[in-house]
């Protein structure tokens, strides 16, 4: 009956496909339109699988089958009506249970399986001659050598995976019968009338489980977003680019993963397709692998700037004199002159949008920026002078619980005079003051949101684990692996 797969409980599958699809090295390769890929390698398959076994035995129990009948003709007695009713499947236990990947499909067994049921019986008999005989009482069943096994096939269909089932069979290698009470030819009858029907009767419940689950899965799949709003402006486009790719006993799915504004205006035209990558883990033991390409961030930084999000006004400070005249009399005495000993603050915006990459080392952006000085003279702003700078930074990312974060440094900057209305500026003098404002105002404010970071994309219920994280050429790379959330409280 189709690939028997050792698997006790059909609710399994549905937990299992549902994890595996959640967008999360293994080996890595993303192709045109993928900016994320995530890899579940053959420890993580069978993590979730024996986690999943664990849960989902519980879950599915009671499993109810229908009631059978028979007439059997027993010597001495005659042509005698049976029935079975209430037939219950209430524990199962595992003997052992494996998941594989083939070339298009994924295959899932359970073998050795034992399964307790309990029953009632039922029977009578009679004749012209005789009275109806009638007898009824309980019986438990012992299912051994149960085996099921199916194919699924994951396909991607406009942005969304598709589940579809190959192949299901179930075979039960032998049943064996306790009755309590009822005569002494019942045990015997019972055995040959009904053998058949409760393996078959077994076989066809667990199939039509698994089959219903399948149909369900599938229908939630196509009911996932293609978008993933992250904030008031911006969303993840989470849409699948192909379909899953099963091999070396992995399975690695890929999403766009740009951001897009909340609006609907698309990022994919502004970055070029076809990256590829072959990073890998250092450990290949690491059940999970999630890697992000550059423009993801690109996509981000791209969205905010397009919203006029990147500006800040810095009115405080921990070096104090830099906002106050008397701190710049050295500096720009026309400044102080002008305005002696007037508060000030200093509105930075970004001019265009940042460019980020990532090397073997760390995360570069290169940030061009407009800082406007303003003194506060009574209850007026008066901007006095605009000074561009374009700033190069490095962040090394790194792990904090199931976030990714980092902290941004500043390499070095260039600043030129864009306009001023306190006379000429001597850049090479003020390079100083600019350096201590980016150091201790600009960079303190950006790095307060990355040093909280933003999740990864985890399966639900599950935490990251001994986790790895480096730098390759375009790619950021998280190896690690995992714990259920349950198990770690």
Not at 114 to 136: F, K
């Amino acid at each position: 009956m189709g690939c028997f797969i050792k698997f006790s409980s059909p609710a399994i599958l549905f937990m299992f496909l549902s994890l595996l699809l959640i967008p999360t090295s293994a080996h890595v390769q993303v192709n045109e339109g993928g900016y994320i890929s995530a890899v579940i390698s053959k420890n993580g398959l069978d993590f979730f699988k024996n986690y999943l076994i664990n849960k989902a035995t519980s879950s599915i129990i009671p499993l109810e089958l229908p009631d059978i009948e028979k007439s059997k003709k027993i010597p001495l007695i005659g042509k005698v009506h049976m029935a079975l009713s209430n037939i219950i499947i209430y524990s199962v236990e595992i003997d052992s249970s494996y998941v594989e990947t083939g070339d298009t499909d994924l295959l899932l067994a359970v073998s050795g399986a034992t399964a307790d049921c309990g029953m009632n019986w039922e029977y009578s008999y009679g004749s012209w001659l005789l009275p109806t005989i009638s007898d009824s009482g309980a019986a438990t069943v012992l299912v051994e050598g149960l085996e099921v096994g199916l194919n699924v096939s994951l396909k991607e269909q406009g942005g969304i995976v598709k589940v579809i089932l190959v192949d299901c069979g179930s075979h039960v290698r032998d049943i064996s019968i306790k009755v309590d009470g009822g005569a002494s030819w019942l045990y015997q009858a019972l055995f040959e009338a009904f053998e058949g029907k409760i393996k078959s009767a077994v076989e066809s419940a667990v199939t039509k489980k698994i089959s219903e689950l399948i149909t369900k899965l599938d229908s939630i799949f196509q009911s996932l977003p293609k978008q993933i709003p992250v904030s008031d402006i911006a969303s993840m486009n989470t849409s699948f680019v192909r379909s899953p790719v099963l091999s070396d006993s992995s399975v690695e799915v890929e999403i766009n993963g740009l951001f897009n504004a909340s609006s609907g205006t698309s990022m994919l035209n502004y970055y070029h397709k076809g990256f590829e990558s072959s990073a890998s883990c250092s450990s290949p033991a690491k059940m999970i692998g999630i890697q992000l390409n550059e423009n993801v961030f690109s996509s981000g930084a791209l969205v905010y700037f397009h919203a006029n999000r990147l500006h800040w006004i810095i009115d405080d400070i921990p070096e104090k004199s830099v906002l106050n005249t008397s701190g710049w009399r050295h500096i720009i005495p026309q400044l102080y002159m002008q305005y002696p000993n007037d508060g000030m603050n200093l509105y930075i915006s970004v001019t265009s949008p940042p460019k980020i990459h990532v090397s073997e080392h760390d995360i570069g952006g290169t940030i061009d920026l407009d800082m406007t000085i303003n003194v506060l003279d009574s209850s007026e702003v008066i901007p006095v002078a605009c000074i561009s700078l374009v700033i190069n930074t490095s962040c090394f990312p790194e792990i904090k619980g199931d976030n990714l974060a980092g902290v941004i440094r500043l390499n070095d900057f260039k600043a030129s005079l864009t306009w001023s209305r306190i006379g000429n500026l001597n850049m090479h003098i003020f390079q100083s003051m600019m350096s201590t404002i980016l150091k201790t105002g600009f960079l303190p404010y950006i790095n307060a949101h990355l040093r909280r970071g933003f999740p990864l994309p985890l399966p639900s219920g599950f935490t990251l684990e001994n986790a790895e994280i480096f730098c390759t050429n375009s790619w950021v790379v998280v190896c690690s692996d995992l714990a259920a959330l349950s198990l770690t409280k």
